[in-house]
């Protein structure tokens, strides 16, 4: 019988993992892939974008959930921890945090070296998970295992990944609708655009609320990508999927400015902005297209990185990410129905809900 099997050697998992072991408690991780830690590598272009200096519970989509674990966990101590585990990390202009190197290979390199002591099996899917008396029975590719504590980290299909969902739902677990969220938002506005980037302001109308912020843009040829387009997809993804984007494309001068230099002569809007964006504006209302084009959005469902629903919080324990249904078993990371804005937030989540679950974990093996 193992102490603990934590399915899913992601983000969430091997941090979870990490924690055990300094806790005292040898995990046993399945990982289905055939190397552990594939979306660490990938996140942040590359970069890993881990966390942010700005994290409120504000940031997610269930801020009353999350607040208690955000101030038990908070910035600092989950800074620490990653500093007892050999990774110290570095700020943008944005606040968003990044390992020192600049590189994700140091976040999964450090919690490998951290993983020594651990089972970690790869091309282990698990297939099935059965509650027994006091323990839980999994079944996955290469056998069955015992365990008292079972913590499901398996993320989601974002980016390519695998859904396990079903895995909680079996368990009896409510699980909410599943969207795409940080993407980017879809319209055929923009055709002929692609690859041109802007500097703006930009908001979008979703679900009866007004979301703002300046940031890049970067148009496709079926949309706006970048980071700020991102940012905006978590709202219009937990209102339903679409929205209406308002873009200033110069929001550092006034229309009166603008009026000033460029009325009469439109044609010149070439000296503000790209001249393929300048063109369109121009065939799309000119100088008012410039301060105030808007249009109908809806988030795409390609290219995301984050899954919006999960397992329902009613069905955790807000402290541990304990099921309440079955004591022993744990939703961590994208498995719960959280999800934070773009900007590090979910990579902090899935670090904040391993904490909660090792911490729980280790609580329960001692007693
Ligand atoms: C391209 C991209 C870029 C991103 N960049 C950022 C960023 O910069 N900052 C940020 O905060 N967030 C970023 N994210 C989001 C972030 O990576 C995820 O929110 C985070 O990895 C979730 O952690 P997790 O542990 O829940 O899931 P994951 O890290 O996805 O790990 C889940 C693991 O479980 C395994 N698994 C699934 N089912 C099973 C099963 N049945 N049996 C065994 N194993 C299973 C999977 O193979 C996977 O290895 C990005 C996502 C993508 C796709």
Same mark, same amino acid.
């Given at each position: ?9 992601? %983000? ?44 409120? %519970? ?69 297939? %099935? ?146 001249? %393929? ?91």
């Amino acid at each position: 019988m193992e102490k603990v099997v934590i399915v899913g050697g992601g %983000a969430g998992g091997l941090f979870c993992a990490a924690r055990l072991l300094q806790a005292g408690v040898t995990p046993v991780v399945l990982e289905a892939g055939v190397r552990v830690g594939k979306k660490i590598l990938v996140s942040g272009n590359g970069r890993c974008n881990l966390s942010n200096k700005n994290v409120s %519970a504000e940031r997610y989509n269930a801020p009353a959930f999350v607040a208690p674990l955000l101030r038990k966990y908070g910035l600092e101590r989950v800074l620490g921890a990653w500093e007892e585990l050999g990774l110290l990390c570095r700020q943008d202009a944005e606040g968003r945090i990044y390992p020192y190197s600049n590189s994700s290979g140091s976040v999964l390199n450090v919690l490998l070296h951290a993983l020594k002591g651990a089972k970690v099996r790869t091309g282990a899917p698990v297939l %099935a998970i059965k509650r027994e008396r006091d323990s839980f029975l999994l079944t996955y590719a290469g056998g069955e295992l015992r365990a008292e504590n079972v913590v499901l980290a398996c993320g989601s299909a974002a980016g390519g990944g695998r859904a396990s969902f079903a895995l909680a739902r079996e368990l009896g677990l409510e699980t909410t609708p599943l969207r795409p969220a940080v993407t980017y938002l879809k319209t055929d506005k923009f055709k002929g655009l692609k690859g041109v980037r802007a500097k703006v302001a930009a908001s979008l109308e979703t679900g009866g609320k007004t979301y703002e912020d300046r940031g890049e843009i970067l148009f496709r040829e079926d949309g706006v990508s970048g980071v700020l387009a991102f940012w905006l997809s978590s709202f219009a993804a937990r209102a339903g999927g679409s929205g209406v984007l308002c873009i200033d494309f110069a929001p550092d001068f006034s229309r009166e400015k603008l009026q000033e230099v460029y009325g009469g002569r439109e044609e010149l809007l070439c000296g503000l902005l790209h001249k %393929a964006l300048a063109d369109k504006l121009l065939r799309r209302g000119g100088l008012a297209a410039v301060k105030d084009f808007s249009c109908r959005v809806s988030v795409a469902d390609t290219d995301n990185q984050v899954t919006c629903g999960g397992v329902a919080l009613d069905e955790l324990d807000a402290e541990t990410m304990m099921s309440k249904k079955h004591d022993g078993l744990y939703c961590i990371g994208e498995m719960a129905d959280i999800d934070g804005e773009c900007g590090g937030y979910n990579l902090h989540w899935a670090w904040v809900s391993a904490m909660a679950a090792a911490d729980g974990i280790a609580a329960r093996i001692k007693r």
